[in-house]
């Protein structure tokens, strides 16, 4: 499996906006049965959970930090998992990146850098 993200780079204002895109690949990986999982990792801190989305895209979930501002999306028919992060904060400077569980291993993209300026 193979995970690319997108979007991130260069610099936004707080209260902005930014869409994270992250494509998936693999010969034998069927996406729309899996969930996407997107994590950030500031500087010197833990990787953290932000978001899922569920294979059919019936289903989220967010961390409290970013609820009411981010929302996780899925189109199968691209393979692809979208991020769109409304009124952004200082503190969602980070990594960004997205992971998907398949056949009991976790696969990472490598990740998009999303910088907040205040």
């Known amino acids: 499996v193979q995970l690319v993200e997108s979007g991130g780079g260069g610099l936004v204002q707080a209260g902005g906006s930014l869409r994270l895109s992250c494509a998936a690949s693999?010969?034998?990986?069927?996406?729309?049965?899996?969930?996407v999982d997107w994590f950030r990792q500031a500087p010197g801190k833990e990787r953290e959970f932000v978001a899922r989305?569920?294979?059919?895209?019936?289903?989220?979930s967010y961390a409290d930090s970013v609820k009411g501002r981010f929302t996780i999306s899925r189109d199968n028919a691209k393979a692809t998992s979208y991020l769109q992060m409304n009124s952004l904060k200082p503190e969602d400077t980070a990594v960004y990146y997205c992971?998907?569980?398949?056949?009991?291993?976790?696969?990472w993209g490598q990740g998009t850098q999303v910088t907040v300026s205040s």
């Open positions: 693999g010969r034998t990986f069927t996406f729309s049965s899996y969930a």
């Open positions: 989305v569920t294979g059919t895209g019936g289903s989220t």
């Open positions: 992971a998907v569980q398949y056949r009991g291993n976790t696969y």
